[in-house]
């Protein structure tokens, strides 16, 4: 086989599987809009339950993805769940910001959604939220639905067991 | 009781014997990194190994990838609709490949196209005293023939693996938004969201490299150590393919174990 024809191979082959690296940082990984802003400031925020809630999670403002869960552990003190929160730093929020735990979609992942204040001071680096909403617990919710209906249809009891015994005693 | 000896001696054998190999094995690791200088001196022998390992292996890893990314997105959307999460198509496809298949397919597939090519051609070259005609002319053949086809081999399987990657990413997209009709924007969007570039894309392109070594220097060492017969030669080439197939196999669950441990803490 000639050298030039080798050379021109091998240069395709290099440059199409450098290609398909950029491809799979840039359009798969989304390379460009995470460096862009990567950097940012800490902060913590502690919940009753956190729920399904992962490290690396969103953290959203108004469904705007404005940072990343950086870690998750307990404080074997109070026995809260102590989140911590990596902001990127163009993003800047009031000191009375409301940070909750949601579900994106019914069984989708859980992210922190931060409400911002009113206050006109600023959370820094480091700086805790005071006020936070604990994730929802499908279990809880379901239960509670149940023992709700279950004495919302109580009182009229009677004439529900009444209808469901006909068919039960014949 | 001297059944027992018998048997025991044999393990002990056995036991000596796979640690000299072992030995063996990176002693002759180190001779090709110590002899590497001939190939940056005269990267033309290079080139002409990556054309032979990672051009001619193009087809059959890009045809792989293809297929399989489209039978990743088939099987996946079967499972998917059920939970009615067919959106994250796309993220199951994109990880699946950048963190285990493309690496793992991709290795194995070099490993039975390209490394047993290589072992076979040193293997012969052995046979035909080749390799001892060299050094009766002072010419090192860990220089001039292996170290040559090592770095070949080190250099073709990451970008092979990378293709394979991007065209399964293709071909989940050919079937899940062209033929299924999923929507495609949100079969990307889920997909940019959910694979980091760190985390996921550089610890599989990390996997990908610890593969290429292994599978190269498993080729040009079998192809090295083989005995100097016809027998030895094939057998040489089959070992090549087995041991490659274990070695990545069990090298992904050590990887995987260390870059994703998922819950684990």
Same mark, same amino acid.
């Given at each position: 086989m000639n050298r030039k024809i080798i050379d021109?191979?091998?240069?395709?082959?290099?440059?199409?599987?450098?290609?398909?690296?950029?491809?799979?940082?840039?359009?798969?990984?989304?390379?460009?809009?995470?460096?862009?802003?990567?950097r940012g400031y800490q902060i913590e925020a502690r919940f009753d339950n956190v729920g399904n809630l992962k490290p690396r999670a969103p953290v959203k403002s108004a469904g705007v993805v404005v940072g990343r869960v950086e870690s998750i552990r307990l404080d074997d003190k109070t026995f809260e769940g102590i989140v911590r929160l990596h902001i990127y730093s163009q993003y800047l929020f009031p000191r009375d910001t409301i940070a909750a735990i949601f579900t994106s979609g019914l069984l989708g992942e859980q992210f922190v959604s931060l409400e911002a204040g009113g206050d006109t001071v600023m959370l820094k680096d480091e700086s805790k939220i005071a006020k936070t909403q604990s994730a929802i617990q499908l279990e809880k919710l379901v239960s509670q639905f149940?023992?709700?209906?279950?004495?919302d249809s109580a009182p009229p009891a009677p004439s529900a067991g009444g209808a469901a015994t006909p068919g039960a005693k014949p | 009781m001297s059944m027992l000896a018998r048997l025991l001696r044999r393990l002990g054998r056995a036991s000596i014997g796979a640690i000299e190999r072992l030995g063996f094995v990176t002693r002759f690791y180190f001779a090709i990194l110590r002899q590497s200088g001939t190939s940056v001196v005269r990267p033309q022998l290079v080139v002409k190994e990556i054309y032979q390992a990672g051009v001619l292996s193009l087809i059959i890893v890009?045809?792989? &990838?293809? %297929?399989? /990314?489209?039978?990743? #997105?088939?099987?996946?959307?079967?499972?998917?609709?059920?939970? +009615?999460?067919?959106? @994250?198509?796309?993220?199951?496809?994109?990880?699946?490949?950048?963190?285990?298949?493309?690496?793992?397919?991709?290795?194995?597939?070099?490993?039975?196209?390209?490394?047993?090519?290589?072992?076979?051609?040193?293997?012969?070259?052995?046979?035909?005293?080749?390799?001892?005609?060299?050094?009766?002319?002072?010419?090192?053949?860990?220089?001039?023939?292996?170290?040559?086809?090592?770095?070949?081999?080190?250099?073709?399987?990451?970008?092979?693996?990378?293709?394979?990657?991007?065209?399964?990413?293709?071909?989940?997209?050919?079937?899940?938004?062209?033929?299924?009709?999923?929507?495609? &924007?949100? %079969?990307? /969007?889920?997909?940019? #969201?959910?694979?980091?570039?760190?985390?996921?894309?550089?610890? +599989?392109?990390?996997? @990908?490299?610890?593969?290429a070594f292994a599978v190269s220097l498993i080729a040009v060492f079998e192809g090295y150590d083989a005995k100097p017969t016809a027998e030895g030669v094939s057998a040489a080439t089959t070992r090549t393919v087995v041991t490659s197939a274990l070695t990545i196999l069990a090298l992904d669950f050590v990887l995987t174990v260390f870059m994703f441990r998922g819950g684990i803490n």
């Open positions: 021109l191979w091998v240069g395709i082959f290099v440059a199409i599987g450098l290609g398909a690296l950029l491809f799979l940082a840039l359009k798969v990984g989304n390379l460009l809009s995470i460096n862009e802003d990567r149940m023992f709700s209906k279950a004495q | 890009m045809m792989s &990838g293809l %297929f399989i /990314g489209m039978v990743l #997105a088939l099987q996946g959307y079967e499972t998917l609709a059920r939970f +009615g999460a067919t959106e @994250s198509m796309g993220v199951l496809v994109a990880l699946s490949l950048v963190r285990e298949l493309g690496p793992v397919v991709a290795a194995l597939l070099f490993a039975s196209r390209a490394g047993s090519a290589i072992t076979a051609e040193i293997g012969l070259m052995k046979t035909t005293e080749q390799l001892a005609a060299m050094e009766v002319m002072a010419v090192d053949p860990i220089a001039r023939v292996v170290a040559p086809r090592f770095w070949g081999g080190v250099i073709s399987l990451p970008l092979l693996a990378a293709l394979f990657s991007m065209l399964g990413v293709y071909g989940g997209y050919l079937v899940g938004v062209q033929l299924i009709g999923i929507d495609g &924007g949100s %079969f990307w /969007g889920q997909m940019q #969201a959910s694979v980091d570039w760190r985390y996921d894309i550089m610890n +599989g392109v990390i996997k @990908s490299i610890v593969f």
